[in-house]
C-alpha cells in the first residue's frame, strides 16, 4: 500500500498537468443522453459548397495550389448559383433515409455562405445575395432532420490568422490571433443564435498557431451559448480518429475510412460519395453497394456515417448523385431496422459481413457468401429462437457450444447487404464483442 501511494504521489503533478488543458477545464460537457441520441441517427448527409465549384476543383485545398489565390478569392463576384433550392437538398438527404444534414458554413477559404457582420467576404456580396446557411435550416426544420453547421478553424483569407496558404509555413507578423479568436467567437455566436445547430463540425485543428488552450476555451464559449450543441473532436490538437481525456469535443471523427469498432465512445465516419468534398465533374461516384456496404459495416462499428456530396456552380446537386442516394434510401426503407437506432456488434465487422443489435436481435450483414453455409462464434449463454432474413423467409441453424451455423440460398436476397436477424433468448446489447475467426 505504501509502495502504491508513493507511486501516486510522484506522478500525480503529471496526471495534473496532463488534464489541466483538457477535460478538467471543459466544462458543460455534452450529456450521455443527447450523444446516444445522435448515434441512434447513424447516417447523415455532409455538403461541401462555394464559390470553389466555379472551378470545380477541392474546397479550401486548391486555392494557391490549382487556382491562383487572387483568382480563388475573387470567384465569390462571379458565383451566382441560381437554381439552388434548399428545400430540394434536405428532399434529397430525406429520401436518403438521412437524418441529419451539415454545410459547410466556413471552409479554411474563408468564405461564408451566411451573411456575416463580421467579414464582408460572404454570400451577400455575391451576385446571389441569399443566405444559404439560413435557408437550410429552414428547411430541415420543416422537414425533421436535425441542422448541423461545419465551420473550420483555420482561415487563410482572414489577416488576423496568422497563415494564410496551404503550404505556408511562416506566420505573418501582422496577423494578430487573438483578433481572430475574437472574430471565430463573434461568427459562432452568430451561427448559434441565428440557427439554432444541433451539432458543430470544426474542422483546420492542426495548424500551429491554434492550441489546446484555445481550443478549451472555444468549447466553454460555446457552451455557454448553448449548452445542449454537439460539438466534434476537432477543436482540440489530439488525433482525429480516437477520443481520449486530452480530446476537446464529444465524438472521433475518423476521415475516408469506416472506423474502427468500439463500443467506449460515440464516432462518425466522414466519407465522400465521389473523391473530391467539392464538386468536380464527371467525378468518379461510389456503387450502390460501396454505399450500403459503408453504411453498415459503419453502424456495425458502433459509429455514425456522414456521407458527402458536392452541390454544381448552379446550386443543383448531380441528377447521378440523387439517384444514388434514392437508391441507398430504398434499401433503408426495407433494412432500416438494422442501422437507425441500433449498437455495432457483438461481432467485429469485416469485408464479408458486420453486425447490429437491439434489444434480443442480432441483425447480420451478408456482403458475400462463400457458399451454403455462413458460421459464426456462439454466443456463450445465449440460444437463437428463430432466425430470417430480414422481411424475408425463415433461415435454417444449427448452434452448439463453439458455433452458429446458418444455411444460405444460392444466392442471396440482396446482393448489397442480405440482413439476417437473429431473434435470441435474451438482450443482446452488452454482450463484448467476439471476433469471428
Known sequence: MKKLLLLIMCFSPFLLEAQSATEADV??????????????????????????????????????????????????????????????????????GMKYLTITAKHHDGFCLWPSKYTSYNISNTPFKK?????????????????CIYYSVLDWHQPDYPLHLSSGAELDPKADISK???????????????????????????????????????????????????????????????????????????????????????????????????????DKMKSLKECIQTLASTAGGNGNLLL???????????????????????????????????????????????????GNKIYLHIFQSNGNQFIIPAIPHLKILKALFLKGNKVTFEQDEKNITLSLPGKLPDENDAVIVLEMNANVENIPVIIRQ
Not at 491562383?68 to 434536405?90: I, M, R
Open 27 to 96: 466544462k458543460n460537457k455534452t450529456s450521455n443522453k443527447i450523444m446516444n441520441g445522435f448515434m441512434d441517427l447513424r447516417f447523415g448527409m455532409f455538403i461541401h459548397w462555394g464559390p470553389v465549384t466555379l472551378r470545380g476543383t477541392e474546397i479550401g485545398w486548391s486555392r494557391g495550389t490549382q487556382v491562383p489565390v487572387k483568382e480563388y478569392d475573387n470567384l465569390y463576384k462571379e458565383f451566382d448559383p441560381v437554381l439552388f433550392n434548399a428545400d430540394a437538398w434536405v428532399k434529397t438527404a430525406k429520401d436518403a
Open 131 to 147: 443566405d444559404v446557411v439560413g435557408a437550410l435550416a429552414n428547411a430541415c426544420k420543416k422537414a425533421g432532420l436535425k441542422f
Open 308 to 358: 458527402n456530396v458536392g452541390p454544381m456552380m448552379d446550386g443543383r446537386m448531380e441528377a447521378r448523385q440523387v439517384n444514388r442516394l434514392k437508391e441507398v434510401g430504398d434499401w433503408l426503407k426495407t433494412y432500416g431496422e438494422a442501422i437507425y437506432g441500433t449498437k455495432g456488434g457483438p461481432y467485429k465487422p469485416d469485408s464479408i459481413f458486420a453486425s447490429t443489435r437491439k
Open 180 to 282: 481572430y479568436i475574437i472574430y471565430m467567437k463573434n461568427q459562432l455566436k452568430e451561427l448559434i443564435t441565428n440557427y439554432h445547430p444541433y451539432m458543430l463540425w470544426f474542422d483546420g485543428n492542426w495548424e500551429k498557431p491554434w492550441t489546446q488552450e484555445m481550443a478549451v476555451d472555444m468549447y466553454n464559449y460555446i457552451k455557454k451559448l448553448d449548452p445542449k450543441v454537439i460539438i466534434n473532436n476537432r477543436l482540440g490538437k489530439f488525433d482525429h480518429e480516437t477520443l481520449t481525456a486530452e480530446s476537446v469535443g464529444d465524438f472521433a471523427t475518423p476521415e475516408q475510412k469506416v472506423g474502427k469498432l468500439n463500443m467506449d465512445y460515440p464516432w462518425e465516419s466522414c466519407i465522400t460519395i465521389c473523391t473530391q468534398w467539392a464538386w468536380k465533374p464527371n
